[in-house]
T-cell receptor, first 109, second 115 residues
Framework: DQQVKQNSPSLSVQEGRISILNCDYT??????FLWYKKYPAEGPTFLIS?????DKNEDGRFTVFLNKSAKHLSLHIVPSQPGDSAVYFC????????FGQGTRLTINP | SAVISQKPSRDICQRGTSLTIQCQVD?????MFWYRQQPGQSLTLIAT?????????ESGFVIDKFPISRPNLTFSTLTVSNMSPEDSSIYLC????????????FGPGTRLTVL
């Protein structure tokens, strides 16, 4: 039972444009959501999070949106930069973290 | 945030042997966790390392296979016992940041290959 799903295994975006990564979840008990970025041969790096009582959280170029009724969250990166090329994982928490499968983002010059 | 280091960063082991992975956090943390990332897969929680008591294992993971120690608030070890090629994975340690209990910070991982 995949409680957290990232349906796009990969995404390619041109430098300077907006990158939108999507994540769906099934467990209504999740109350905290996070996005991580992972480069090869490194551990996941925390990017941004959002509590279930909010619908938007912004930190510089990164914005996370939460739609509780649709059980959907998204990460917007604008403008996209070549250094953003990595695998992005969404995670949801109900006392412990459950991760999605990841989306490989490639930013093209 | 917490800064986490792991040793070794990678290892190649023979079937039937055991490997102990160390995790060190730069500050005292309440919660420490061990994850596995199999090739091409997501991160799966193995167990929560509890300070002063036995670890709490997730479904599908047992103490005999993955014994865990947590002697203090900054250090934990995970042992992968009686290894088989199916244990080839990246093993990751994580910890909650100070005062923010739901955000976990990860170590760089240990890449294990079992021949």
């Amino acid at each position: 039972d995949q409680q957290v799903k990232q349906n796009s295994p990969s995404l390619s975006v041109q430098e300077g444009r907006i990158s939108i990564l999507n994540c769906d979840y099934t467990n209504s008990m999740f109350d905290y959501f996070l996005w991580y970025k992972k480069y090869p041969a490194e551990g996941p790096t925390f990017l941004i999070s959002i509590s279930s009582i909010k619908d938007k959280n912004e930190d510089g170029r990164f914005t996370v949106f939460l739609n509780k009724s649709a059980k959907h969250l998204s990460l917007h990166i604008v403008p996209s930069q070549p250094g953003d090329s990595a695998v992005y994982f969404c995670a949801a928490s109900a006392k412990k973290l459950v991760f999605g499968q990841g989306t490989r983002l490639t930013i093209n010059p | 945030s917490a800064v986490i280091s792991q040793k070794p960063s990678r290892d190649i082991c023979q079937r039937g042997t055991s490997l102990t992975i160390q995790c060190q956090v730069d500050s005292q943390v309440t919660m420490m966790f061990w994850y596995r990332q199999q090739p091409g897969q997501s991160l799966t929680l193995i167990a929560t390392a509890n300070q002063g008591s036995e670890a709490t294992y997730e479904s599908g993971f047992v103490i005999d296979k993955f014994p865990i120690s947590r002697p203090n608030l900054t250090f934990s070890t995970l042992t992968v016992s009686n290894m088989s090629p199916e244990d080839s994975s990246i093993y990751l340690c994580s910890a909650n940041g100070q005062g923010v209990t739901d955000t976990q910070y990860f170590g760089p991982g240990t890449r294990l290959t079992v021949l």
